[in-house]
């Protein structure tokens, strides 16, 4: 009963118009007043979740992103793969996949890896010929790789509210970042050559591709040099974001001699809004967290589940319905923030090992991130491409399926996700 309750508030503050992070802070609160709990226990959880040193990834991998984004590195790193794949068929599609994924292990971050894509690939590709519903859904799609592909700001936040390793999530991540890169690789190869309207290109020479491939190499040992030293463990994923902040911006005002201080100024600002909002969701996130393990409601619902759910497939299966439909109000933090507490001692009740559990997450929120009517990446996209939110969702559809594949296969196949972080 006490959960159907807070469930109602919360879906009243949330239509009411309140924002999501003032929702989740006003309700835990008033939980704690409500269950005689002192009210000093909103502003400590604040401040120790606030005072992470893991949160430090956060500001720097949006500066990061930002910079390459503003300083045209995805549209060389676009032109470059483009070079190598786009006689083929379908290439220009692949090549939007493949700099999708690329970008994805530079920046960890969905929205900037869709609009940075997006910019340069969805006026190419429609003059190619290819359908404009699966431009528009590809990129939707393609975008969700960044978080993903390690590294992955939703990761940082998984791992630091369960207090697992991220670097054994971003390890984990790899290897359903790739199944997933090549199950739309072949869609869209299948796709071009049958149904797609594109119009076939000669392949580009040798010359041309060494140009480009010259032109984007800073930009891919860039993204070796922060994957590489976090799984290799010489620094952590916060100092990564922070080798990775100056570099890309060694490489954008130095190298390349792209980013403009106006270029710079609007970089900064668009971190500093994205971060502030992704902190104070986390903070309203704590209260509410708080409060519901006070009320023990994680343990109520563990209880329940292991009453009533005998099978950890119609578990995971009715886990899947719980975040597809959270996912049609929440967007991406708020659901790993509201949902993990929750759902998490139930899952691991039953046998699933919370790492993999975070990528099931990741790959779910990624679902969300394209589903209307909050997915920022349809917004993105059609803001990018100038188009209807409908003519985008109708682009999405088989992507979505091919995610909610992935889950199929990591659940019968566990070590898709958990063979690299523990095996290898």
Wanted: net charge neutral; glycine share 10%.
């Amino acid at each position: 009963m006490t959960v159907i309750m807070v469930l109602g508030v919360m879906f009243a503050l949330l239509l009411a118009g309140l924002p999501v992070a003032f929702s989740l802070g006003v309700l835990g609160l008033g939980m704690l007043v409500i269950g005689g709990f002192s009210p000093l226990m909103a502003p400590q959880a604040i401040l120790s979740t606030l005072d992470g040193f893991i949160l430090l990834a956060v500001p720097l991998f949006l500066l990061m992103s930002n910079i390459l984004l503003r300083g045209g590195c995805g549209k060389d790193l676009f032109s470059a793969v483009q070079a190598w794949v786009g006689h083929w068929p379908g290439g220009l599609a692949v090549a939007t996949i493949v700099s999708c994924g690329i970008f994805a292990a530079i920046s960890g971050v969905s929205v900037a890896t869709a609009a940075t894509i997006g910019v340069v690939a969805i006026p190419e590709m429609i003059k190619r010929g290819y359908n404009k519903n699966f431009v528009y859904g590809l990129l939707a799609a393609g975008g969700t790789l960044g978080i993903l592909i390690p590294p992955s700001l939703p990761m940082i936040v998984y791992g630091f509210v369960t207090e697992e390793s991220v670097i054994s999530l971003f390890l984990a991540g790899i290897g359903p970042g790739i199944f997933l890169i090549s199950l739309f690789i072949i869609f869209s190869i299948i796709y071009s050559k049958f149904f797609g309207g594109y119009k076939p290109v000669p392949a580009a020479s040798w010359e041309e591709r060494k140009k480009h491939s010259i032109k984007v190499l800073p930009t891919i040992m860039l993204a070796v040099l922060i994957l590489g030293g976090i799984y290799t463990g010489v620094f952590t994923p916060t100092e990564a974001a922070a080798v990775g902040f100056s570099l890309a911006l060694f490489l954008t005002t130095i190298l390349l001699r792209s980013l403009t201080l106006d270029d710079f100024k609007k970089a900064l600002f668009e971190s500093m809004v994205t971060t502030a909002a992704i902190l104070v969701i986390i903070a309203g996130a704590k209260i509410f967290g708080k409060a519901i393990a006070l009320y023990r409601i994680p343990q109520d619902i563990s209880m329940f589940i292991e009453a009533t759910i005998q099978s950890k497939a119609i578990f995971m299966i009715t886990v899947c319905l719980i975040l597809v439909a959270m996912g049609l109000v929440f967007e991406t933090l708020s659901m790993v923030l509201i949902m993990v507490p929750v759902l998490l001692p139930a899952a691991m009740s039953m046998g699933v090992d919370p790492i993999w559990f975070g990528i099931f997450m990741v790959i779910m929120v990624e679902c969300a991130l394209i589903t209307p009517p909050v997915g920022l990446n349809l917004y993105v996209i059609q803001s990018v491409a100038k188009t209807q939110l409908g003519e985008v969702a109708k682009g999405v559809v088989p992507f979505l399926i091919m995610m909610i594949f992935t889950v199929f296969i990591m659940y019968i196949w566990p070590d898709l996700a958990l063979y690299i972080p523990f095996k290898l």
